[in-house]
């Protein structure tokens, strides 16, 4: 039996109505899982897409095919799923932190609009991160040591460990884990040449020629403390910390420099670093249970990535080489760096009240608050570039995006549950939301560069341009040309606000204690925000509305399970991102049409004998727009056309044997997952440049053996060495560097899963 929280309440997965995938500790153990890009795998339902230079903690999650692609911006779209690390919202612009997973309780999937219970970022579904809780009970720990090595790749491994001590006399624990990871790297960085049109200036990249530059290394810990105040109260302050960096290019030229090289001219690296502290308190006042739980986190990024391209093509096509000069009026390299600087801090407050659950008539109320702070300064230089010609104060930068955001989000929510009889129970639910989003600052070049930039910010009579502010806000910025200037000549930022309700209705019948049936019509929505181009308007929320019917079904004593689903979900108002005509090279957002979900999910697991467990799960989505998306009077994609980077069918299977041989138990599996074919993006000017995301299947396996406290085990991943790709990027898209689909120009990278793995892992419980 498996127990879930999926509805704010511990249940047997079986026993909740709605389509939920639980991987337990166990499960995540034994399928080698260690982050994101491992679990996603193996939730059917769910796709994900990583930043344009795919480095780690840059992804975004989908589920059922609710996403148009784009976003991982600072200024652009909310996320369509919430991620939780327990009671903690980790969700951000640039998506969900990676986060190691190590001594996990489980990993819940839960697909579909669950705006009642979760809120603003919910609108398609949530994934939550459930850890092991700090045991009173009694001392335990556990160490696990790892090396691995990739195929035609570097070497890799990992140690982890925690260790829980009773404390307080039995009354507490303190449980403490630990992570080092290193994943080797896979792509070479090749020798690349090559001379811009204008300057006949020659590029190369002698001195970065590098065989698999592109490691990763992972540090972490996490503490809890858990108190028992008395027998109705409980209070486990919490902390976890991890700092992930990384080397080189997690692109691939493959048009270029052959697959998993690339050709880049500048050295690129980053750090992730990022904590969260929080306080969960849980209790009783007479029959009512009642939780609070505050956090606040705290994210830093940053990264160096290779730019040059864009330099290329733009002089390629348009001759800007010619402007790209030093303090003597000599032409020079006009290639670039792009180099990024992102803070974060978010606090979240939630209190839950639930009434007594073995009532006929029972429910759960509370309030919910959060306040994110993001700054984002993202600096594009050319070494050498005129100082007059350069962001005033920095000489060499070509173009400055410093602006800060705020997203304040404010819920009341209620849901109940209602017997009617033994076999028919009633579900509904409303949240009642409120958001309000600013963002302030600067976005642009020195010179009236597509009307962006430092002259915006003089008034008419200085030249300057129609929505010029005034003077800095945000430090470091040389004044801003985003925001709102009062009558007292004060600035303040462009907001967003709206507000609204989402609900909840389900129905569910049980035939008998082990087979139901249930109905369920539930609604969802994203915030509404502020387009970084001073001129563009603030984009509205967009909402969905969700129907699905499923079944539940356990037969044979428990050793089978079987639950479909089948949904169809109305996307309206959508929010998507784009480039506009004459590139600006400034993305926007907007509402534009509306779209559809729809499909069946399915998952069985069967226990034939003793020591065999076959599982299997899939889904098949047709997730497609149901009116043609119409920007600036012209067609960027018809109706039909498919929505991105979900397949239409994915699906996965795991075989696991054990059985005793001598003083221990040995084990083998095998786990097979196949992805199928995807649109990378959702215009067709871009999809014409990209091409599609092809299908393709892993195979993993693993045997091993436990005796006593110990456990070997010998594993592969992906052994058919699949060029599974994560998402492909055009640097210098149609809008920028082409007129039409059928000019060439540009550079499409693609991001690649890791190739085939070799590992031997050994651990030992204490």
């Not at 160490?143 to 507490?172: C, H, K, S, T």
């Not at 033994?422 to 010179?447: C, E, I, M, P, Q």
């Not at 499923?550 to 089948?566: C, S």
């Not at 098949?620 to 994609?637: H, K, M, N, Q, V």
Request: net charge negative; charged share 20%.
């Amino acid at each position: 039996m498996i127990i879930v929280t999926a509805q704010r309440r511990e249940e047997n997965l079986q026993d909740v109505p709605a389509s939920v995938v639980a991987l337990t500790n166990e499960t995540l153990e034994n399928l080698q899982v260690r982050n994101f890009v491992d679990y996603i795998a193996y939730l059917p339902s769910a796709s994900f897409t990583t930043g344009s230079t795919g480095v780690p903690g840059n992804t975004s999650i989908s589920f059922r095919g609710i996403t148009t692609g784009g976003g991982l911006v600072t200024s652009g779209t909310l996320p369509t799923v919430g991620s939780y690390l327990d009671e903690q919202p980790i969700t951000s612009i640039l998506g969900t932190v990676d986060i190691h997973v190590y001594d996990i309780a489980r990993v819940e999937a839960l697909a579909g609009p669950q705006g009642t219970l979760y809120g603003a970022s919910s609108q398609a579904g949530v994934v939550r991160i459930i850890t092991n809780k700090p045991d009173p009970d009694a001392f335990s720990a556990r160490m696990d040591l790892e090396v691995n090595r990739i195929r035609n790749g570097d070497w890799g491994g990992q140690i982890e460990g925690f260790v829980n001590l009773p404390v307080l006399d039995g009354r507490g624990a303190l449980r403490l884990v630990g992570w080092y990871e290193r994943t080797g790297g896979f792509i070479d960085n090749v020798l690349g040449v090559r001379t811009f049109a204008t300057s006949r200036i020659t590029q190369r990249n002698d001195a970065l020629v590098e065989e698999d530059h592109n490691p990763v290394d992972k540090i972490g810990l996490r503490a809890q403390l858990g108190i028992e105040l008395d027998d109705n109260w409980t209070v486990t302050p919490s902390v976890i910390a991890q700092r992930t960096e990384w080397q080189g290019s997690f692109q691939s030229d493959d048009d270029n420099a052959g697959e998993l090289n690339v050709a880049h001219y500048y050295p690129e690296f980053g750090e992730d670093e990022w904590y969260q502290a929080g306080l969960t308190i849980n209790g009783r006042i007479s029959d009512f249970d009642i939780v609070y739980a505050g956090y606040y986190m705290d994210r830093r990024v940053d990264t160096q990535n290779d730019y040059s391209d864009y330099g290329f093509f733009y002089d390629l096509v348009a001759g800007s080489g010619a402007g790209v000069v030093d303090n003597a009026g000599r032409l020079i390299d006009p290639s670039q760096i792009n180099t990024n600087r992102f803070r974060l801090n978010k606090l979240s407050q939630e209190l839950r009240i639930s009434t007594p659950q073995d009532k006929r008539i029972r429910g759960q109320f509370g309030l919910f608050y959060q306040r994110q702070f993001q700054r984002d300064e993202n600096n594009y230089l050319t070494p050498g570039f005129a100082d007059r010609l350069s962001v005033p104060g920095r000489p060499g930068q070509v173009w400055l995006t410093l602006q800060d955001r705020i997203d304040r989000d404010y819920a009341a929510f209620a849901q109940a549950d209602f017997d009617v009889t033994d076999k028919l129970l009633l579900t509904g639910g409303v949240r009642a939301y409120k958001f309000d989003n600013s963002l302030v600052g600067f976005f642009g070049v020195n010179t009236t560069f597509f009307g962006t930039g430092v002259r915006q910010c003089l008034g008419r009579a200085q030249g300057g341009g129609p929505f010029g502010v005034g003077i800095a806000v945000v430090p470091g910025s040389p004044c801003t040309n985003l925001g709102v200037l009062n009558a007292d000549g004060s600035i303040s930022p462009k907001r967003s606000k709206g507000d609204g309700f989402t609900y909840r209705a389900n129905a569910t019948y049980r035939f008998t204690p082990d087979n139901l049936v249930f109905a369920t019509f539930s609604t969802g929505f994203r915030p509404g925000g502020i387009n970084r181009a001073g001129t563009a308007e603030p984009f509205d929320a967009d909402e969905l509305q969700n129907y699905e019917i499923g079944t539940k079904n356990t037969f044979a004593d428990g050793r089978l399970t079987l639950n479909v689903t089948a949904f169809l979900a109305d996307w309206k108002d959508v929010q998507v991102t784009f480039q506009p005509p004459g590139g600006s090279g400034v993305v926007l957002i907007g509402n534009v049409g509306s779209a559809r979900s729809k499909g069946i999910e399915a998952d069985i697991a069967w226990r034939p004998l003793d020591g065999f467990t076959l599982t299997a799960a899939g889904t098949y989505i047709d997730a497609s727009l149901r009116e043609p998306f119409i920007l600036f009077g012209r067609e960027t994609a018809p109706a039909g056309q498919r929505l991105p980077l979900t397949p239409r069918f994915k699906g996965n299977v795991i075989a696991r044997y054990e059985a005793g041989v001598g003083d221990g138990t040995a084990h083998l599996q095998l786990a097979g997952a196949y992805i199928g074919q995807r649109n990378p993006v959702i215009t067709t000017s871009d999809l014409a440049k990209t091409g599609v995301l092809p299908e393709y299947a892993t195979l993993d396996f693993s045997v091993g053996y436990r005796w006593d406290d110990w456990e070997i085990e010998v594993y592969g991943r992906n052994m058919t060495d699949a060029r599974g790709q994560q998402s492909r990027a055009a640097r210098c898209n149609i809008n920028i560097c082409g007129p039409s689909t059928a000019d060439p120009v540009g550079q499409v990278y693609r991001i690649y899963i890791q190739p085939a793995t070799m590992g031997l892992r050994i651990g030992r419980k204490f």
